[in-house]
């Protein structure tokens, strides 16, 4: 822009990992009223989404991949995801969509077969698209973009955009891994931050990473913007998937971008409420605790609905009692009937006990007895499992022994020890204090 | 620990049965077969660890003795006795419906069968059993040492400051896992889910499958809707076209109708100028037609009203003839309240008429008073006054009487004092008076009968009334039965005073009689038809004093009569006259002849009625007369002015004057056809106008409708009823072609919206997440159970390896010495598993012997070694336990059984050791052995 006075101020609302109508994971089986609303919930945050961008008036909505959360694509999905952008189309807002390693190009099934609305930009593959944007007849926005053509792709796809002569700001839209920026991540299409800083652009609207990030840019400095909006909705309870969830309205002031303004549009949000059973009596005051985080809970959460999930810590008389076959389940049954005519809802996905037995294990450790024993073999196996992998493979295989056939076969429990959802460390170290207690226990 | 006693009340063959005070080194528990030492070992064990939980079981030992199924036990903590070792603990226990445990500690205090377990040492009944409590079926093997539970007891039994089962956590656990997995198809929670997640995978793919042909659904979609429209359009041609055909058919009745009419009213003529101005005349034609006959009645009528009103003219002028000359038709006119006035004369009439009939009744009743025959002789010459005729009698009757009834008494008197003396004189010599005693006792009888009846009657029962008749009687009796003895006392004593007295008496008489006599003008002593004569003059006095009283009332009233009728005539005569000077004035003031009777005054009323009605009447025929007249007149003008217009338009007009009713029918029938003639003209005008409207509106604007237009001209009827019975199969076709693709299109549209809409591949989706996440968790926990108990197992191995050793040494020096050394040790089994049973043995040449090839009672000495040693080992980590061992030197030789008793002698120095024998020889080795060991003797049973 070569007079920034005369660049018309406007906002565009950055959107990424939409996951449209992709089911939750990592929680369980959920009551009908609860299923019903968190199918619908990536669907009903897309329509929040859209519903922003109109109430905002905003220049146009940039979604960095990840439409959809898979090649085979949800039909609803796509037909949902047309009509809310025909609707923006409608109103005269743009939409530009990149797709990433969920929903890839050509492995992709289009259920579309008609052509897209007038002012939505759908980026291909290979090579970077620019398209202009324009605000009240004024030449505001280059957007530029592309998408990726299969599911792993490993190109550094950001060295292919490049600054582009013209009025307005410079966006680009790619879903990429920004090295270094968060773990847990495929690193799919990597970059580094300083890739993505030297190309020029002003705004770097990214997707892949669903925690919400600015790796880089503030308010009143020159350096280019550098974010990931997060998801649109939460899918799991992992933590990078807790809080709110929604998009960024990015506000353009003068020809660059002053600030951002994180916007919720989820519609059920995440959450993990730790509990030190070391003070709590009884399971009555243990469920009362919980009662209370999530009566909280559902009061900060402005309105939306909450999946939460109990992790218990700590060490008590009540690790017995949680031990006992049978108690947490009623504990999860008595905490959703607590809030079964909650609106929005409040459900209890699942109760993690790590509590540990009042044995003190150290002391245990320095004896001579049977106890001292165990506690020093399972110090050995930790680090041994830690450390060779076929010490993890012979330990899944004897530990598959007595399981249905398919789950042997498929050699899903090595797989398990190889997850983070189940560490051999954490196995082990839970092992040690079922073994404990279950020895603990014996004498009651 | 040391059993210091027991007591069966009842156990099996034993009864009654105990020992106190029991050595805590070697007992010699002797007696002969059958007298009950495999009993007396189930019972110790029972009392430690309580009796088998099912009756069937061989221990049991239901008492057949007698006495209550049980016993008590009592023990002291430490193997050794102590001072102060009388602290004891006391176990009773006793089966069967009254099921009795006491456990009690030294200090009394109740104790639990847990309590109790950690005294002794963590062991339980199958290690007691396995170790502590032998006989010879045991001592043979050495299965029951190796079983999971006894070994863990014995290696292990000990860990975080209690001692607690590894073997029951690892029991647990696997229970634990096999709640969530099982290998084979099965209700576990992991086996469930997987059946689950398949069915829901197999959904998912459908749904699957289902989402993928949504383009092709797609596709075909807009293909039907294509072949709708094409269907739709050649329905809509064939549709069309017969409609088309349709309206040419019936148009062309339309178009026929309308060219029929335009000929009809093509040929049309305007009618002559006569029938034209009857049309313009048509209402006042109709008019006249329909009033001709009410002008004959009005004619008719007229003659009527005529002849009616000369009689009434004739009536009125007789009336005023019958009034007089002062009544004329105004004055008629004007009387109007005739109506009061014949009110008034009839009553005038009634009451002259009652006047008058008064004055003559009130005259006949004073002829009648003044005829009366009372008063004949009596009345004036005029008949005024009347006087009434005195006629005294000359003696006063009722004067005379009195003498006469005082004569008569005075004689009666005087003839009673005649009779007395005359009586008298009979008594001063036989004389019968009228007073006889016969009479007087007849009398006095009949009153005694009297009174007696009476009372009799009296007395009975009888009414009240006849009861007071009774006693009245009585008393009557009474009385007359006193004057009977009064006129007895008189009759039977008459006195000379009362004789002198009595001639007194009858002088006066006689004196009195003769002055009556002579005021009555009787013979001084008259007779009795003196005095009878004298009462008879007497009687018609009296009678004509009466006559004469009678004739004076009658007298009296007849003049009162006749004044009263007097009276009333001239009262009536008087009220007669002033009614008639009431009329008088009346008929004065009315202008009624002063002459004229209430009837003749009512008579002239009527008639003056009948002429104020007449007058009346005439005026109505006058005024009915006259508009009649008007009416006809009316007509006439109306029918001149017709016939005038007739005359006007050369029509015939004479007849109208001559008979009007004829001729306007003729008039009207003309007028008929001609309006009738102009009604069809109409009527074919409008269906000219209508055909034409129906042709515009059926055929419409464009080219369409010209091309009809022209199709319709060529009048093609026949051609256009066959097409269109030719194009009705094919319409058909179509319809119902387009019928069935419309539903198909709608099947389909309805198939794409669900698939569209449908949530269901999300629904799968999440539920196959969710059987997904459920199963790693189950896997989880599996995975976490059986590490869990993998450390377990792996700890208790690794334990039982690192003490097993020190066991099997010190068993091994103890066969050793046993078998005289001709083996030196004892070696664990090569392999992880058989360990239990295949313990071998190193003989002294170096040669590895498996236990199971050993002769029998060097297997039993080698396993009775081992017990010894383990139960020493337990001693060491936790309690020394009591042995129990009966007959286990039986299969030893001698020299073995020495050795052997000299290994129980130096056991029992650390534990209590309770031997159980039925060989005199064994006891007395063994007491040879061990001289200080106490021997309990067992009788045979």
Redesign the interface.
Same mark, same amino acid.
Do not use: M, Q
């Given at each position: 822009m070569d007079d920034p006075s005369r660049a018309p101020d406007f906002s565009f609302v950055h959107a990424a990992d939409l996951h449209l109508?992709? !089911? @939750?994971? #990592?929680?369980?089986?959920?009551a009908p009223h609860v299923?019903r609303q968190?199918?619908?919930a990536s669907l009903a945050a897309f329509d929040s989404l859209v519903e922003l961008c109109l109430e905002r008036r905003v220049a146009f909505l940039v979604v960095a991949g990840d439409v959809y959360d898979g090649p085979?694509r +949800? &039909?609803?999905a796509q &037909?949902r995801f047309r009509d809310g952008l025909a609707r923006l189309s409608d109103a005269g807002i743009s939409s530009f969509v990149v797709h990433g390693n969920h929903d890839p190009v050509e492995t992709g099934?289009?259920?579309l077969?008609g052509p897209w609305p007038e002012l939505v930009t759908i980026f291909g593959t290979g090579t970077v698209k620019a398209v202009p944007v324009e605000v009240g007849g004024i030449p505001a926005a280059t957007v530029q973009g592309v998408s990726f053509a299969q599911r792993g792709e490993r190109q550094n796809l950001a060295l292919r955009f490049a600054h582009r002569a013209g009025p307005g700001i410079q966006v680009g839209v790619l879903h990429c891994n920004v090295q270094g920026a968060a773990s847990g991540y495929d690193d799919y299409s990597p970059c580094s931050l300083d890739d993505l800083r030297g190309i020029g652009l002003d705004y770097w609207a990214l997707g892949h990473v669903h925690a919400r990030m600015v790796l880089s840019g503030r308010s009143g400095s020159d350096e280019p913007w550098v974010v990931y909006p997060g998801n649109l909705q939460a899918r799991s309870p992992k933590p990078s998937e807790r809080g709110m969830k929604g998009a960024v309205v990015a506000h353009v002031h003068a020809g660059r971008v002053a600030d951002l303004e994180p916007v919720g549009c989820d519609v059920v949000r995440f959450g993990l409420v730790e509990v030190d059973i070391g003070n709590i009596a009884d399971l009555a005051e243990l469920r009362a605790r919980l009662v209370a985080a999530s009566r909280d809970g559902l009061a900060s959460s402005d309105g939306r609905s909450l999946v939460l999930r109990a992790q218990l810590v700590g060490q008590s008389e009540l690790h017995l009692d949680l031990r006992r !076959?049978g108690t947490l389940e009623d504990l999860l049954v008595a905490l959703r009937g607590d809030f079964a005519e909650y609106q929005p809802f409040c459900w209890w996905d699942?109760i993690d006990d790590r509590s540990r037995p009042t %044995?003190d294990i150290d002391a =245990?450790r320095a +004896?001579s007895? @049977?106890?001292?024993?165990?506690i020093r073999?399972?110090d050995q196996?930790g680090p041994i499992l830690e450390s060779d992998e076929s010490a993890v493979e012979y330990?899944?295989a004897?530990?598959s022994? #007595?399981?249905? +056939?398919?789950?042997r076969t498929r050699r %899903?429990?090595e797989q $398990?020890?190889k997850s983070p959802?189940?560490s051999p460390a954490e196995? %082990?170290d839970?092992? $040690?204090v079922? =073994?404990?207690g279950? $020895?603990? #226990?014996? #004498?009651h | 620990m040391r059993v210091t006693g027991f007591h069966i009340d009842g156990f099996g063959a034993l009864a009654d049965l105990g020992f106190d005070d029991l050595s805590p080194g070697l007992v010699i528990v002797s007696g002969p077969n059958e007298a009950g030492k495999s009993t007396l070992l189930d019972f110790l064990t029972t009392m430690l660890f309580g009796f088998p939980t099912r009756r069937d079981n061989p221990r049991f030992r239901a008492p057949v003795r007698g006495g209550r199924h049980g016993g008590q036990l009592t023990f002291s903590e430490g193997s050794r006795r102590t001072p102060g070792d009388d602290r004891q603990w006391r176990i009773e226990r006793y089966a069967g419906p009254h099921k009795l445990v006491s456990i009690r500690r030294p200090d009394g205090a109740s104790a639990s069968e847990e309590d109790l377990r950690r005294a002794l040492g963590g062991a339980d009944e199958a290690l007691f059993r396995a170790v502590f409590a032998v006989d010879l079926t045991d001592l043979g093997s050495a299965e029951a040492v190796g079983r999971d539970d006894v070994r863990e007891l014995l290696f292990s039994a000990s860990i975080v400051g209690q001692r607690r089962s590894a073997a029951r956590a690892m029991s647990e656990l696997q229970r634990q896992r096999l709640e969530l997995a099982r290998l084979r198809q099965g209700d576990a929670l992991a086996n469930r889910l997987l059946a689950d997640l398949e069915d829901v995978r197999r959904s998912l793919t459908e749904a699957s499958r289902e989402a993928a042909d949504y383009p092709a659904r797609h596709a075909e979609l807009l293909g039907l809707e294509a072949e709708v429209a094409r269907a739709r359009e050649q329905a809509e041609l064939n549709e069309r076209r017969t409609r088309d055909l349709e309206v040419l058919i019936r148009l062309w009745d339309v178009l026929e109708r309308k060219r029929t009419a335009e000929q009809h009213v093509a040929g049309w003529t305007e009618p002559g100028p006569l029938n034209a101005w009857l049309e313009t005349q048509a209402t006042e034609l109709q008019a006249l037609r329909s009033a001709c006959s009410g002008q004959l009645a009005h004619l008719s009528q007229l003659d009527d009203l005529s002849n009616q009103r000369r009689g009434i003219e004739q009536s009125i002028l007789a009336a005023m003839g019958s009034l007089g000359s002062s009544w004329d038709r105004e004055r008629i006119r004007t009387s109007g309240g005739w109506i009061g006035l014949m009110d008034d004369a009839r009553r005038f009439r009634v009451s002259l008429g009652e006047r008058e009939a008064n004055w003559r009744t009130a005259r006949a009743l004073a002829e009648d008073a003044d005829g009366a025959p009372e008063l004949t002789g009596l009345l004036d010459s005029d008949g005024a006054g009347a006087t009434i005729a005195s006629c005294a009698p000359e003696v006063d009757p009722e004067r005379q009487a009195r003498l006469v009834s005082e004569l008569r008494k005075n004689l009666a008197e005087q003839r009673l004092l005649m009779a007395e003396q005359q009586a008298d004189q009979r008594r001063s010599g036989p004389s019968e008076g009228p007073l006889s005693a016969s009479s007087v006792f007849s009398v006095a009888l009949v009153a005694f009968a009297i009174v007696a009846l009476s009372v009799v009657a009296a007395l009975a029962r009888s009414a009240p009334a006849v009861r007071v008749i009774c006693i009245a009687m009585a008393v009557a009796g009474c009385a007359l039965l006193a004057v009977t003895i009064a006129a007895r006392r008189r009759l039977l004593d008459p006195t000379p005073a009362e004789k002198t007295v009595v001639a007194t008496v009858s002088d006066r008489v006689v004196a009195r009689v003769a002055e009556l006599a002579t005021a009555l003008g009787l013979p001084n002593t008259p007779s009795d038809s003196d005095l009878e004569t004298a009462a008879e003059a007497i009687d018609r006095a009296r009678d004509l004093e009466r006559s004469h009283d009678e004739d004076r009332r009658r007298t009296t009233a007849a003049l009162q009569r006749r004044k009263f009728a007097h009276e009333s005539l001239t009262m009536a005569l008087e009220d007669l006259e002033a009614e008639r000077d009431s009329f008088a004035a009346w008929k004065l003031v009315q202008g009624l002849g002063p002459a004229l009777s209430p009837d003749g005054v009512l008579e002239s009323l009527t008639t003056l009625q009948e002429a104020w009605k007449n007058l009346g009447a005439l005026d109505r025929v006058d005024a009915k007369i006259d508009q009649l007249r008007a009416e006809v007149s009316q007509f006439g003008a109306r029918l001149a002015r017709l016939s005038t217009g007739l005359r006007e338009r050369g029509g015939e007009a004479e007849s109208l004057e001559t008979d009007p009713a004829r001729a306007l029918d003729e008039l009207c029938g003309s007028l008929a056809e001609t309006v009738e003639v102009r009604a069809t003209r109409t009527s074919l005008l409008q269906a000219v106008d209508e055909a034409s409207a129906e042709l515009e509106r059926s055929f419409g604007l464009g080219p369409q409708a010209l091309r009809l237009r022209a199709e319709l001209e060529t009048g093609e009827v026949l051609a256009w009823t066959q097409e269109r019975a030719e194009l009705e199969p094919a319409r058909a076709d179509a319809r119902s072609r387009l019928e069935q693709l419309v539903r198909a299109h709608q099947d389909a549209s309805n198939e794409l919206r669900d698939i569209a809409g449908s949530a269901r591949m999300s629904e799968l989706e999440q539920a196959r997440l969710g059987l997904e996440q459920e199963l790693e968790e189950v896997l989880k926990s599996w995975a976490v159970l059986g590490c869990a108990r993998l450390l377990l197992e792996r700890t208790l191995k690794r334990h039982e390896q690192e003490h097993q050793p020190a066991v099997l040494a010190r068993a091994g020096d103890r066969f050793a010495k046993v078998t005289g050394g001709r083996y030196t040790r004892l070696l664990p089994s090569l392999g992880d598993e058989g360990a239990r049973e295949a313990i071998r043995v190193l003989s002294t040449v170096g040669a590895e012997i498996d236990a199971s090839s050993l002769s029998r009672g060097s297997v039993e000495q080698l396993y009775l070694c081992l017990r010894l040693g383990l139960a020493e080992t337990f001693a060491e980590r936790s309690e020394a336990l009591p042995l129990i061992l009966d007959d286990v030197l039986v299969n030893f030789d001698p020299g073995r059984a020495v050795s052997v008793a000299e290994a129980l002698a130096e056991t029992a120095e650390h534990h209590q050791v309770l031997f159980l024998t039925c060989h005199p020889h064994l006891e007395q080795l063994v007491r040879t052995v061990a001289p200080e060991a106490q021997v309990v003797r067992l009788e045979r049973i």
């Open positions: 109508d992709t !089911p @939750f994971k #990592g929680i369980g089986s959920t299923a968190l199918r619908e085979e +949800g &039909l609803r &037909l099934w289009s259920a077969s !076959p699942s %044995v =245990a +004896g007895d @049977f106890a001292a024993d165990l073999l399972a196996l330990l899944a004897e530990l022994e #007595g399981l249905p +056939g398919t789950l %899903v429990l $398990l020890l959802n189940l196995l %082990v839970r092992a $040690l079922l =073994a404990l279950a $020895l603990e #226990g014996d #004498g | -």
